[in-house]
């Protein structure tokens, strides 16, 4: 095995990997910041990784807001969104403090159509 450039004659190959891992509405073709895939002795796509553009949110809130003026934010926050899906980003991601995640995750949820996603982890890369 052995990795090279990904090359759009790979994009194929590439979402069948993601269909059989359960992510078949995946677009590869879009967004896409670098890609390689790694490749058996025959020349066979068994691997890939795709870098992507993501936008990350960080809500930064004034400790003093009561509930209700957070929601309020939050209700303002979300309708800007689109103007993220109009520079042609498919989602947004957020990571919540896992000591409010459960009950802010709920609230996302309920009262935004927010999903929980895949388990995240961080390289620091500088």
């Known amino acids: 095995m052995h990795s090279r450039p990904f090359q759009p004659s790979d994009l194929l190959h590439v979402k069948q990997l993601a269909e059989s891992l359960g992510h078949p509405d995946e677009d ?24 992507r553009r993501t936008i990350y949110l960080d809500m930064l ?10 929601m309020y934010g939050l209700r303002l ?22 000591s409010i995640a459960e009950r802010f995750g709920r609230r996302l949820q309920r009262s935004f159509g927010w999903m929980r996603s895949r388990p995240c982890w961080c390289k620091r890369l500088l």
């Open 77 to 98: 926050c979300e309708a800007k969104l689109p103007v993220l899906a109009d520079k042609g980003h498919r989602e947004v991601l957020a990571f919540i403090d896992p």
């Open 61 to 70: 809130t004034d400790p003093s807001l009561t509930p209700a003026q957070k």
């Open 28 to 51: 590869f073709s879009r967004m896409i910041e670098h890609a390689e895939v790694i490749v058996d002795d025959d020349g066979r796509v068994v691997m890939a990784l795709v870098a």
